[in-house]
């Protein structure tokens, strides 16, 4: 089985910047899609940036330009980094990942942008 667990989160002032990490566990890390995605309060779980095992990345269009994701196979490691943080980025962001259609999530940490 496949286990995530997301750091880094915390509290940031507008304009600031967060990397949030998600450490995976299981053998095919390599072969996923991982992905972050981002839950505020009242809804819906989102898509924030996804990268897949060769390196191809998707953002959605409210982060391009300021957020990146990344990925070190080597370490089984994803990351995102968050620049020029918003309040509207405030969210608990979930490690996703994604192998044949099974989708695995971490238990989430939570960002607050203050303004």
């Known amino acids: 089985q496949v286990q995530l667990v997301e750091s880094g989160g915390g509290l940031v002032q507008a304009g600031g910047s967060l990397r949030l990490s998600c450490a995976t566990s299981?053998?095919?890390?390599?072969?996923?899609?991982m992905g972050w995605y981002r839950q505020a309060p009242g809804q819906q779980r989102a898509l924030v940036a996804d990268?897949?095992?060769?390196?191809?990345?998707t953002y959605d269009d409210s982060v391009k330009g300021r957020f990146a994701i990344s990925r070190d196979n080597g370490k089984n490691m994803v990351y995102l980094q968050m620049n020029s943080l918003e309040p509207e980025d405030t969210a608990v962001y979930y490690c996703?990942?994604?192998?044949?259609?099974?989708?695995?999530w971490g238990q989430g940490t939570q960002v607050t942008v203050s303004s």
């Open positions: 299981g053998s095919v890390f390599r072969l996923s899609t």
């Open positions: 990268i897949t095992n060769s390196g191809s990345t």
């Open positions: 996703r990942a994604r192998l044949f259609g099974t989708t695995y």
